[in-house]
């Protein structure tokens, strides 16, 4: 019977991610909040002012979806839209200050999910870890703003 070969660094981030998401929810799941919510939510944290097809793109969903998201973050009274200062056609995202306590018990859920992830792995080596998806990220993402070779394109 043949062995089966070694998982592969994507299909390994991809379940980890995956997984991460999924406990994360499970300990979310009595805030009311879907895990797309959270997730505009935490990228409006970081990114205060930013547009809505920007946002769209850094989360990898279509602008008109971010708009429905922000939408119920607005009825819900975490995120506002505010006119941009230069451009009348588009808008400015920000969190309001009720999200504060929002994103404080997000970050208290982020934590505890990182530590059941992490578990017993030393602090060293989530340090070398975190270190080394910091340099693939920024490998793929200078590869990203050049054009694939002409044999990566073929053949993926």
Request: aromatic share 4%; glycine share 8%.
């Amino acid at each position: 019977m043949p062995t089966k070969p070694p998982p592969t660094v994507g299909f390994l981030l991809h379940d980890v991610a995956r997984l991460l998401r999924k406990r994360f929810e499970q300990n979310a799941r009595d805030t009311g909040l879907t895990r797309s919510q959270w997730q505009v939510l935490a990228y409006l944290d970081r990114n205060a002012g930013i547009q809505q097809g920007a946002l769209a793109e850094l989360i990898d969903v279509e602008p008109i979806t971010v708009g429905r998201i922000v939408d119920k973050l607005e009825s819900c009274g975490l995120a506002e839209r505010r006119a941009h200062p230069t451009d009348r056609r588009s808008w400015q995202l920000y969190l309001t200050e009720k999200a504060g306590p929002t994103l404080e018990k997000m970050r208290v859920l982020g934590e505890i999910t990182r530590a059941e992830a992490f578990g017993a792995i030393p602090e060293a080596e989530r340090a070398r870890l975190l270190g080394l998806l910091e340099t693939m990220k920024e490998n793929l993402v200078a590869a990203c703003q050049s054009p694939a070779a002409e044999g990566q394109a073929r053949h993926g």
